[in-house]
């Protein structure tokens, strides 16, 4: 009797310790859980400032400059008034067109994903679908925009375009910064599809 005894204590502490490993690590998988869905939702929002940042940037962009033209070499230049605007350019309306719509699927998708507290995987796969298909927007409209600025810049004299970012030094640092800003939006939105792979690759 004292052996049965001493056998279901130690049978019953068992499962008390079994219980409470158990327990503690359920806490633990909801907590990692919570830090996940919570670093995602931080890296929305900043790519949904970002985005929305670099579209505007670029969008109000513009510079106006009094250039001298030469007409005959004999005749002293006269002055002309020139603005600088963005829609000028296609690589630059493209730029503010990706990044306006990447800020507006990332409040979207920010709003849905703070909805889907289940969790379920297959909201979780077309969230991820869509947030690769805004880094290859984002990505494209960056090395667009950056290719134009880049002439701008330094010119190119194989087909004789001069740069153009001596005269209007405020419209190209402002053009680089909203493209430097975009860059970091896009690399956000990667990270996502990072983590997102990651996370549906463990769950399988």
Not at 152 to 173: A, E, I, Y
């Amino acid at each position: 009797m004292e052996m049965e005894a001493v056998y279901m204590s130690s049978n019953e502490e068992r499962g008390i310790e079994g219980g409470v490993n158990g327990g503690e690590k359920q806490v633990v998988v909801v907590a990692n859980k919570r830090a996940k869905k919570f670093s995602a939702l931080v890296l929305r929002f900043l790519a949904l400032v970002l985005t929305l940042a670099a579209a505007v940037l670029l969008g109000v962009n513009k510079q106006s400059a009094v250039v001298p033209v030469v007409l005959v070499p004999t005749l002293p230049p006269f002055s002309v008034d020139v603005t600088a605007k963005w829609h000028y350019l296609s690589a630059f309306v493209y730029f503010v067109v990706a990044n306006a719509i990447a800020c507006a699927y990332a409040s979207i998708s920010l709003l849905l994903t703070m909805a889907n507290r289940a969790g379920k995987k297959g909201f979780e796969m077309i969230i991820t679908i869509f947030d690769l298909v805004m880094v290859a927007l984002l990505f494209s409209g960056v090395g667009a925009a950056f290719a134009v600025g880049l002439i701008g810049f330094q010119g190119n004299s194989h087909v004789q375009w001069k740069k153009v970012c001596n005269v209007f030094d405020k419209f190209c640092d402002q053009a680089a910064i909203a493209v430097g800003i975009s860059f970091v939006g896009s690399t956000l939105f990667f990270l996502m599809v990072l983590l997102a792979t990651l996370n549906l690759h463990k769950k399988h």
